[in-house]
């Protein structure tokens, strides 16, 4: 039964993250947040969590089989991102990462509504193997994401940092900034969230990679989006060996991680992109 399926629904997702930022946006800076609006918050993305991923599930999973393509997984990307978000900022000082994870769920969970996919083969759908490499790569690249924004809030704070910006007192940006926790903690979440990422990834590609006749029905073709996915785990290998062995961090590192993130989309929404919308072929 179509509960939420894209056909009567499409819109509520995105009509609801935008209801959420503008809400967020109206609140007053000037006003320290209490724990009640911190719950109610919480709460509120945890609802639409709920409806995203629920009108996810219904428009991918059809009557008349699997429906994928870059709209899908653009927006599951985004939907497993918030997920991380929600759960990690129970225990962790991230609330300042909360308006960039939501802008990019807002943006994404349009796509499925315009985009239709693709429908997938039924027999590699139903093969456990393919749905184990599914779910790790989508857990992967969500939290990659999730780590990739980080990355765009720390830029924005170490440049703030270094030209010693003169903010006023009561500016937006200004009450931002100082909502942040200090670049030294930034930077131990950012890698915690890249190793357990990292760790993923690198059991996706090469699950890829080893059992490619199992997962896809066809042997190892060293297509775009592989040739992608390799470059992205050699940058995001690079990065975390060049932090364990002379301690990179700072701008470089900052640039690394968002090199390695858009070369890993480019694997996964980029080249179904360029295959549905550019070329018009499944």
Same mark, same amino acid.
Not at 98 to 111: D, T
Not at 239 to 263: C, K
């Given at each position: #039964?179509?509960?939420?399926?894209?056909?009567?629904?499409?819109?509520?997702?995105?009509?609801?993250?935008? &209801?959420?930022?503008?809400?967020? !946006?109206?609140?007053?800076?000037?006003?320290?947040?209490?724990?009640? #609006?911190?719950?109610?918050?919480?709460? $509120?993305?945890?609802?639409?969590?709920?409806?995203?991923?629920?009108?996810?599930?219904?428009?991918?999973?059809?009557? /008349?089989?699997?429906?994928?393509? =870059?709209?899908?997984?653009?927006? *599951?990307? $985004?939907? @497993?991102?918030?997920?991380?978000?929600?759960?990690?900022?129970?225990?962790?000082?991230?609330?300042?990462?909360?308006?960039?994870?939501?802008?990019?769920?807002?943006?994404?969970?349009? =796509?499925?509504?315009?985009? !239709?996919?693709?429908?997938?083969?039924?027999?590699?759908?139903?093969?456990?193997?393919?749905?184990?490499? =599914?779910?790790?790569?989508? %857990?992967?690249?969500?939290? +990659?994401?999730?780590?990739? #924004?980080?990355?765009?809030?720390?830029? @924005?704070?170490?440049?703030?940092?270094?030209? /010693?910006?003169?903010?006023?007192?009561?500016?937006?940006?200004?009450?931002?900034?100082?909502? +942040?926790?200090?670049?030294?903690? #930034?930077? !131990?979440?950012?890698?915690? &969230?890249?190793?357990?990422?990292?760790?993923?990834?690198?059991?996706?590609?090469?699950?890829?990679? *080893?059992?490619? /006749?199992?997962?896809?029905?066809?042997?190892?073709?060293?297509?775009?989006?592989?040739?992608?996915?390799?470059?992205?785990?050699? +940058?995001?290998?690079? +990065?975390? %060996?060049?932090?364990?062995?002379?301690?990179?961090?700072?701008?470089?590192?900052?640039?690394?991680?968002?090199?390695?993130?858009?070369?890993?989309?480019?694997?996964?929404?980029?080249?179904? =992109?360029?295959?549905?919308?550019?070329? /018009?072929? $499944?």
């Amino acid at each position: #039964m179509d509960i939420l399926g894209y056909s009567g629904y499409g819109w509520l997702p995105p009509a609801l993250y935008l &209801l959420l930022l503008i809400f967020l !946006s109206s609140r007053s800076k000037d006003k320290v947040e209490s724990s009640a #609006m911190t719950g109610l918050i919480r709460a $509120a993305i945890f609802l639409i969590l709920v409806i995203h991923g629920l009108q996810l599930h219904n428009s991918v999973f059809t009557p /008349q089989g699997f429906v994928f393509g =870059f709209a899908q997984n653009l927006s *599951l990307i $985004a939907w @497993v991102g918030l997920a991380f978000y929600w759960f990690q900022s129970g225990f962790l000082p991230i609330a300042s990462l909360r308006w960039l994870v939501l802008v990019f769920a807002f943006v994404c969970s349009i =796509f499925p509504a315009v985009f !239709s996919g693709t429908l997938i083969s039924p027999i590699a759908v139903s093969d456990p193997w393919f749905k184990g490499h =599914f779910i790790v790569a989508t %857990i992967s690249v969500g939290l +990659l994401s999730l780590a990739a #924004m980080h990355a765009i809030l720390m830029s @924005v704070q170490d440049r703030a940092l270094h030209r /010693q910006l003169e903010i006023a007192p009561n500016g937006r940006l200004a009450h931002w900034l100082e909502d +942040l926790p200090p670049l030294l903690t #930034m930077e !131990s979440l950012l890698f915690n &969230l890249l190793y357990v990422g990292f760790a993923l990834l690198s059991l996706t590609v090469f699950s890829g990679l *080893l059992f490619s /006749q199992a997962l896809f029905g066809r042997p190892l073709v060293f297509d775009h989006k592989t040739i992608f996915a390799l470059i992205s785990w050699f +940058l995001f290998a690079g +990065l975390l %060996i060049a932090r364990w062995r002379v301690g990179l961090r700072g701008r470089v590192a900052l640039r690394w991680v968002l090199s390695a993130y858009i070369a890993l989309l480019l694997a996964y929404v980029g080249s179904r =992109f360029v295959l549905e919308v550019i070329l /018009q072929r $499944a």
